[in-house]
């Protein structure tokens, strides 16, 4: 495949449930994929994009695409709790990043690549981070150019109950926050991974809170009188997210 020919590869780590995606691309995305909602908010033509359901047959050769983004999923990546696919995800993150080919780990994504390449995923002892909440840019983040031209601190959203526990000898920390103290990861020259949302707008966060309102009041995440205003607390970040998306492609990608 000639690098003229060549597209973004979204790695659609988002669930292995046929049924649960269904209802997050209705309810969530207004009938539209993810990779569809992940593709647009990159900007991207659908000539530059293509999706492949990572817990569904045979996975790609990374060198085969520009870059590897990787969004959220509902899997957690962490002892006891992993199917075959995912460890069929480590091999293809681990192959990529011997290729120098650029990921980009969103959430879900930045835990499939901390395990992957040899780091720990625990579940966060400060419970669920779901909020539309500050993250402050370390020294190392606000030189890197994934943040390039934003403000030390910026809103963002997340929506993760996992974490990265810590960070490997020459893996850098570039964003951190009071519930997601691994905020923004650099990984060598090529690999970027954010565990809050770029992608994600605040109707899509409010949406996301009606669907899992049953289990957020469940778990004592938020009460049922508290609810309404978990749902009105979500910001807009777009501008943040696009800024971020961009930068991606064009410092990560297209270099």
Known sequence: MSKKTKKILFLD??????????????????GKTYAEEMRQAFGLKSSQFISKDASRGKLPNPKDYLAIVMGGSVKD????????????????????????????GICGGLQFTVKALGGTVIYNPKGRNFESAPTRLTNY???????????????VQSSH????????PGWRLLASSVKSPF???????????????PEIRAKNA????????????????VSEKDFPQLVKSFK????????????????????
């Open 183 to 197: 905020d923004a990861i650099a990984i060598g020259d090529k690999i970027r991974l954010v565990q809050f949302h």
């Open 77 to 104: 990546p962490v002892k006891r709790q992993e199917k075959p696919w995912m460890f069929r995800v480590y091999k293809l993150i681990k192959l990529a990043q011997r290729q120098n080919v650029p990921i980009l």
């Open 141 to 155: 983040g606000k030189r890197d150019a994934l943040f390039k031209s934003l403000s030390s601190k910026i809103t």
């Open 161 to 168: 109950k996992c974490i990265a526990r810590g960070l490997r």
């Open 13 to 30: 780590i988002l669930t292995d449930n046929k049924y649960l995606r269904k209802e997050i691309e209705q309810k969530v995305y207004g």
């Open 206 to 221: 409010k949406a996301l809170a009606r669907m899992r309102k049953s289990a957020l009041i469940a778990e004592g995440f």
């Open 236 to 255: 807009d970040t777009k501008k943040v997210g696009q800024k971020i998306l961009g930068n991606f492609l064009k410092y990560f990608v297209q270099k």
